[in-house]
């Protein structure tokens, strides 16, 4: 991956996207990503483009898109939350680096329009819309790293770096509501009871991972 630092801070999200096909060989980058996350993490992300219907202009509820045509799937076991924002963020960050826009969708798209693959014991968790954007987007407000860490001044610097880097991750309305809690190498992640909450500790997490490295600690 391309400077990790670059891409998480380059990364906001996008509602409004213009009427771009996404060129093949990305198509076939983000398919290898897909197969090999659903290897890993026994997943059932589905990629899905050119397809209009889950983020219809026409619907008026769903207007807070435009131009949407291509989005991730992520369809996983039913308690898969915090896989699914994992490794979702990774998606999202390679979309990132082939010069693509994304934007986590929870609520404001058509769930009946999607024609999803899903087993009996999975379910579809949310989308992520994904293209090319009218804008790059704008950075969120973000807390300070002492609100969602016990940081210190004789924390080692690969624990700030880790909490900077979660700090750039999206969550729900931005509540950012993660932390994380450093004792010797082992690093505890929690989050507080949001609807939410599972999926956007997960993406935290694969921020956290970025920043500080995985070999400098293990997650208790």
Not at 63 to 89: H, L, S, T, W
Not at 180 to 200: P, S
């Amino acid at each position: 991956m391309e400077n990790a630092w670059t891409l998480m801070r380059a990364r906001h999200s996008v509602r409004n996207y213009v009427n771009r096909p996404i060129e093949e060989e990305k198509l076939a980058a983000l398919r290898e990503a897909i197969d090999e996350v659903n290897r890993e993490a026994l997943l059932h992300v589905q990629l899905f483009t050119e397809e209009p219907e889950a983020f219809n202009a026409n619907a008026p509820h769903y207007g807070q898109f435009r131009g949407c045509r291509n989005y991730f799937a992520m369809v996983g076991p039913k308690e898969a939350d915090e896989a699914i924002g994992y490794y979702g963020e990774k998606l999202v960050l390679l979309a990132q680096e082939l010069g693509l826009n994304t934007c986590w969708v929870a609520l404001t798209f058509r769930r009946n329009a999607v024609a999803v693959e899903i087993a009996a014991d999975e379910k579809l968790h949310v989308v992520i819309a994904l293209g090319y954007g009218e804008t790059q987007g704008v950075p969120h407000k973000s807390k300070d790293v002492s609100a969602v860490s016990n940081l210190t001044a004789d924390s080692p610097a690969w624990f700030r770096a880790g909490v900077e880097a979660a700090l750039l991750a999206p969550t729900a309305i931005n509540q950012q509501k993660f932390s994380f809690t450093l004792n010797g190498r082992r690093v505890r992640a929690r989050t507080k009871l949001t609807f939410y909450g599972r999926m956007d500790l997960g993406i935290a997490k694969y921020h956290f991972e970025l920043g500080a490295g995985k070999e400098n600690f293990d997650w208790a």
